[in-house]
């Protein structure tokens, strides 16, 4: 089992930035791929919460069109955290953050955690 803590998200103007971080715990050995989800408020049941950016072990990364050039993901494998680096936020950025991380085999190996809100004002 691998768990998930995300943290660093806030408040900020359009055009501000934020750095979120998520540290993984427990059978951490398993992880390949790092990735960030976000959830935008009053979305109708069932909507899944959209993959923004993915990073996989060796570092290469897979961007949304709607955040490339604005947002980076970065990893430390030592410290089994991921990072997502905002940038040029837009109030459309406003949303619930979550990461989570998969196994060789593409199966998720946590469970969603609290994520982190990220308010952007106009």
């Known amino acids: 089992q691998v768990h998930l803590v995300e943290s660093g998200g806030g408040l900020v103007q359009a055009g501000g930035s934020l750095r979120l971080s998520c540290i993984a715990s427990g059978s951490t050995f398993k992880i390949n791929n790092m990735a960030w989800y976000r959830q935008a408020p009053r979305q109708p049941p069932g909507k899944q919460r959209e993959l923004i950016a993915a990073i996989n072990f060796g570092g290469s990364t897979y961007y949304v069109d709607s955040v490339k050039g604005r947002f980076t993901i970065s990893r430390d494998n030592a410290k089994n955290t991921v990072y997502l680096e905002m940038n040029s936020l837009k109030p459309e950025d406003t949303a619930a953050y979550y990461c989570?991380?998969?196994?060789?085999?593409?199966?998720?190996?946590?469970?969603w955690g609290r994520g982190t809100q990220v308010t952007v004002s106009s």
């Open positions: 989570n991380a998969d196994g060789a085999d593409g199966t998720l190996l946590a469970s």
